[in-house]
């Protein structure tokens, strides 16, 4: 059975070989320039924003034009 220390010196050796091998990997394959991928996250970010923006315009409209239910009096 592993003591604490073991386990706790495993997962740290993990991780570290994990964080490693992402980073490799992700450098390897990134297709853009850190410019090119920041710019392209923030116009995503962007037309994500604009989105939102219409949607709620758009449920604001709707509920607006809803007409209010009265049920009539409650006794």
Do not use: Y
């Not at 997962?11 to 850190?34: C, D, E, K, M, N």
């Amino acid at each position: 059975m592993n003591t604490p220390s073991q386990r706790s010196h495993s997962f740290g050796v993990g991780l570290f070989f994990g964080l490693f091998t992402g980073s490799i990997v992700g450098w390897l394959l990134a297709p853009r320039s850190g410019s090119e991928t920041r710019e392209m996250l923030r116009e995503r970010g962007l037309n994500v924003k604009d989105r939102i923006e219409d949607l709620t315009s758009q449920f604001r409209v709707a509920v607006n034009q809803t007409p209010d239910r009265d049920n009539g009096p409650t006794s």
